[in-house]
């Protein structure tokens, strides 16, 4: 499925992002507390004048470069939806050129790798994914993952499978559960109305019959992957991580993401936007100015930022807890 745009310029060299000092130790609360943004009108299509002409190119197997900047001080690489494919993170790519460039994944069993088999369980896919991008993660150069759904909980661990001189400096991880959080429901009782209904796509694709039953096709087939994680402790990576959640996303139990702060040791934060489950698409570029100030490291200085500590030891608390309600985890 093909789901995923104003211009946002960023300087072109930046310093890396640091984790915040912790604050001394105080009572926890009972709901952690959690960023909402601002609503704000949808973002205009991006328009081809809005960035100047880049063509897109592939790279080996795995990436599609939507808008190549190889001189870009930062590297983003994007993993898709379950049945989600690279194209659905053109519009992101051009509203970050030239600052960032987008490396977004091409997953094997859909687009232009459907005769490409799908790994047989996650973990098999995580080690696939790390040994196609390690080589373009040189020590010294700049590099963040955004994931989505499915996405999101690949892009984690397939950071934390990269060696420690090759792991990006910022995770962030959009409409899904912590790591110990997610579920193993399949979604055998959807039919297909329902299954684009939940993804937000079915305007995309419900007036073309073949579009439907690839769309599906490219969900099942990564439904069934998603059914094989499993969640093992292991040391939090050093990455900053940053967890979104839509407003109006009806596949989370909660926008409380605060679950994930116990896997990181580096500076945490979690932040309510408006949209649905999906926030990059083929047609909205999704959080692009948060992602620009991410990346230039303006973040850091937000003083209403959620406290790095608290969130994380209210996560740590929570960590072999389940959702409270069980919601199909994409």
Not at 69 to 97: I, K, N, Y
Not at 134 to 140: D, E, K, Q, R, S
Not at 229 to 253: F, I, N, Q, T, V
Not at 280 to 309: I, W
């Amino acid at each position: 499925m093909s789901p995923t745009t104003p211009t946002s310029p960023g300087p072109t060299a930046r310093p890396p992002l640091t984790a915040r000092p912790r604050p001394a130790a105080a009572p926890l609360p009972t709901t952690p507390a959690v960023r909402r943004a601002p609503a704000a009108p949808a973002a205009p299509a991006v328009t081809p004048s809005a960035v100047p002409a880049a063509r897109p190119r592939i790279e080996g197997d795995w990436f599609l470069l939507p808008a190549p900047r190889p001189e870009a001080a930062v590297r983003l690489f994007c993993f898709p939806h379950a049945g989600g494919d690279a194209t659905a993170f053109t519009p992101l790519a051009r509203a970050l050129a030239p600052a960032t460039e987008v490396w977004a994944l091409r997953p094997p069993a859909r687009g232009g790798r459907s005769r490409d088999p799908m790994p047989a369980d996650f973990a098999a896919l995580t080690a696939e994914v790390a040994a196609a991008i390690a080589p373009h993660l040189a020590p010294g150069r700049r590099a963040a993952f955004y994931g989505q759904s499915f996405g999101a909980l690949l892009a984690y661990e397939v950071a934390r499978a990269l060696p420690a001189d090759r792991r990006p400096e910022l995770v962030v991880v959009a409409g899904a559960p912590s790591p110990a959080e997610w579920t193993e429901r399949e979604s055998k009782d959807l039919d297909a109305a329902e299954l684009l209904r939940l993804t937000g796509l079915e305007e995309l694709v419900s007036a073309d019959p073949e579009l439907v039953e690839l769309a599906l096709a490219g969900i099942r087939t990564d439904l069934a992957v998603s059914a094989t994680y499993r969640h093992h402790p292991h040391p939090p990576l050093a990455s900053a991580l940053y967890a979104l959640a839509g407003a109006e996303d009806p596949m989370l139990a909660t926008t409380d993401l605060s679950g994930w702060a116990a896997h990181t040791r580096g500076a945490f934060d979690q932040l309510v936007l408006p949209g649905g489950h999906l926030l990059a698409t083929v047609d909205r570029p999704g959080p692009v100015d948060l992602l620009t100030s991410l990346l230039s490291g303006r973040a850091a200085a937000d003083p209403t930022t959620v406290s790095t500590a608290t969130a994380r030891a209210t996560a740590t608390a929570r960590a072999t807890a389940t959702a409270t309600e069980e919601q199909p985890s994409w």
